[in-house]
């Protein structure tokens, strides 16, 4: 791999971004139809995240004027998404976002930030979150009904991406989950000036004072509060310990499992919903629906989504939304453990696809939220999973469940 040194990259940086500038001035950037997000545009907000992750002090004057541009026109052309009515093919977000720019309007100040409170790491309870009537603590039938298109949607969005297949539980591309205490302080969370649902207002949560969300470009971020979630997309928190966001949302943690507004993932889906957590694989048992991530994904959703972010037109690509649901039939005994008890539960109870990404993923806690709240740095290991490999599960044998 061939390591750029800081000149070089910001004069690739420059070039890339006044190529998109150019694309946006000619007109060629934007999109007349309203059923799916451009590609320049997608390419404008990836601009946009590098320009976020240099920073300022570091960044040429011309990267910054460039960079200034680029967030000039994306508060000039991005509203904050609604709550689409089905069925819809505009997509909440885009796939890749920007990453937190340093120059967004920031909400007054919180109190100062209360020391990490006494007592010991927190620990994140194993206990199933959401009620037992919620779509990822139900179990499939007996008997469910499976699309017409399966066969060719499975081949599409799972089997033909089964050699990347990957458990996402790093800290880059898992889910950040955290435990507020009651000595937390209160905070309502800001939404960037690019981010989504800032005219949603959301109530004040208790947020631990540097919890940190992972560190890939979703920078997802899950607080559990008693029976409230606050979940957070490109997440972070400001020097004067507020915290901003490129969308939020609080859920109960003991509903239902879907969010009523933009929130964490492009499904709607509260953030927490689905993942695999460590004590899961050390009972060696999953009693809820998983989630997963997919390349191709249609630009439409399907229930119980309540948006989504695909892009394509094919009507073989899987929606948001899409249960899928491994074969009762299929042999799994000779599948590494952590494998086959995820293939279990994707026996019994499914997986929902919630996000669009660049693998077929099945998602999982990172270790980072635990451990920037005093607990260990790796929370996979002790449990066995040293491997993120899923490429040994059956994703062939698949098949989609109608809603």
Excluded at 80 to 91: H, V
Excluded at 213 to 223: E, I
Excluded at 304 to 312: K, L, N
Excluded at 364 to 372: L, P, T
Aim: a positive charge; proline letters at 9%; one cysteine or more.
């Amino acid at each position: 791999m061939i390591t750029l040194r800081p000149a070089a990259r910001g004069l690739r940086l420059c070039f890339a971004l006044a190529m998109l500038i150019g694309l946006l001035a000619s007109g060629e950037a934007a999109s007349a139809d309203a059923r799916s997000s451009s590609k320049a545009s997608t390419d404008v907000r990836r601009a946009a995240k590098a320009c976020a992750v240099a920073k300022r002090k570091t960044a040429s004057r011309t990267t910054q004027r460039t960079c200034s541009t680029l967030r000039a026109h994306i508060r000039r052309t991005s509203k904050p998404a609604k709550r689409p009515s089905m069925p819809s093919t505009q997509p909440s977000k885009p796939v890749e976002t920007p990453s937190t720019p340093r120059t967004a309007p920031r909400p007054a100040p919180d109190a100062a930030p209360a020391p990490t409170p006494s007592g010991g790491p927190r620990s994140a309870s194993p206990a199933r979150l959401y009620s037992d009537t919620s779509p990822f603590n139900t179990r499939i039938g007996a008997a469910p009904q499976i699309a017409p298109n399966s066969a060719e949607m499975v081949d599409k969005s799972l089997s033909s991406y089964k050699a990347s297949a990957n458990f996402a539980n790093s800290d880059w591309w898992g889910v950040a989950i955290v435990n507020a205490r009651s000595s937390d302080p209160m905070r309502t969370v800001g939404v960037f000036d690019w981010g989504f649902g800032a005219d949603i207002a959301q109530p004040a949560m208790r947020v631990p004072n540097g919890a940190a969300p992972t560190l890939g470009s979703d920078h997802h971020l899950a607080v559990l509060d008693g029976d409230r979630e606050l979940d957070m997309w490109v997440a972070d928190q400001q020097p004067n310990g507020s915290w901003m966001a490129g969308a939020r949302t609080v859920t109960s943690s003991t509903g239902s499992g879907v969010s009523a507004e933009i929130g964490g993932n492009a499904a709607g889906f509260a953030l927490a919903a689905g993942v695999i957590r460590p004590e899961e694989i050390a009972q060696g048992r999953i009693e809820h629906a998983l989630q997963f991530t997919s390349p191709y994904v249609r630009n439409r959703f399907v229930a119980p989504a309540i948006h989504g972010d695909g892009r394509q037109s094919d009507p073989d690509a899987m929606p948001m939304g899409t249960r899928i649901q491994l074969d009762p039939a299929a042999d799994i005994s000779g599948l590494p453990r952590a494998q086959r008890i995820a293939a279990q539960a994707l026996k019994e109870y499914g997986a929902y696809l919630t996000d669009s990404s660049g693998s077929l993923a099945i998602r999982g806690e990172a270790s980072i939220g635990r451990a920037s709240q005093g607990g260990p740095t790796d929370i996979w290991g002790p449990v066995g999973v040293t491997d993120p490999s899923m490429r040994s599960i059956p994703w062939d044998q698949m098949r989609v469940i109608l809603p």
